[in-house]
């Protein structure tokens, strides 16, 4: 599939164009999706909502953005770092967010494992990771991977690093929404930000 055109007349991503009407995808494609985010803790925060994500479509995480920033305290590497079974069961019984044990307890060790590295930090660890920008853009949907040789080493050294819940489309997907590639389509009108 190629490019969409939506109401307001600019021709997006055709998984942007949400057919309910709701502005959520739209204003997340036009607004953040591929733009280079940079930070610990936002990255974090985005690798938390990417394997919350696993197995449920991403219109369910955004529209839950808040709820789980609010319940995971902003994302703040430290405090989420800090949380214990009190948390967990806190979160289990939160109707705002994904209520999902295993990713649960894999936000909170996945806190710990950023705060484990000594040799880098979460950020430069995973721009490192970055591939090379492709020559031009892929022409439809159809052609973006769900899974890169990049996505791959990323997913591996996560795991390496005690992550969890990193494989490597959960890699891809995280890449793609922090702006590490540019998977836009060519005929959409969101210029390339790296």
């Known amino acids: 599939m190629s490019a969409d055109a939506s109401y307001d007349g600019r021709t997006r991503c055709p998984w942007a164009v949400d057919g309910s009407g709701s502005r959520i995808y739209r204003d997340?494609?036009?607004?953040?999706?591929?733009?280079?985010?940079?930070?610990?803790?936002e990255l974090f925060e985005r690798l938390c909502l990417?394997?919350?994500?696993?197995g449920l479509s991403w219109i369910t995480v955004l529209r839950k953005r808040e709820a789980f920033r609010s319940a995971f305290a902003g994302f703040?590497?430290?405090?989420?770092?800090?949380?214990?079974?009190?948390?967990?069961?806190?979160l289990l019984?939160?109707?705002?967010?994904?209520?999902?044990?295993?990713?649960?307890?894999?936000?909170?060790?996945?806190?710990r494992a950023v705060l484990e590295?000594?040799?880098?930090?979460?950020?430069a660890l995973l721009w490192s990771f970055a591939p090379e920008p492709r020559p031009g853009?892929?022409?439809?949907?159809?052609e973006v991977?769900?899974?890169?040789?990049?996505?791959?080493?990323?997913?591996?050294?996560?795991?390496?690093?005690?992550?969890?819940f990193v494989g490597p489309t959960t890699a891809y997907a995280l890449m793609q929404a922090t702006g590490m590639v540019d998977d836009h389509v060519l005929d959409c009108w969101v210029e390339v930000r790296r």
């Open 93 to 111: 019984a939160d109707p705002g967010i994904v209520r999902n044990r295993a990713k649960i307890e894999a936000c909170i060790s996945n806190a």
């Open 50 to 54: 990417e394997a919350f994500q696993s």
């Open 137 to 142: 853009r892929l022409r439809t949907v159809d």
């Open 76 to 90: 703040d590497v430290e405090t989420v770092a800090g949380f214990g079974a009190d948390d967990v069961e806190r």
């Open 117 to 123: 590295m000594t040799d880098t930090d979460l950020d």
């Open 28 to 41: 997340y494609h036009d607004e953040e999706w591929g733009v280079p985010l940079r930070g610990r803790d």
């Open 145 to 164: 991977p769900a899974v890169t040789a990049e996505s791959k080493a990323m997913a591996k050294e996560l795991k390496r690093r005690g992550f969890k």
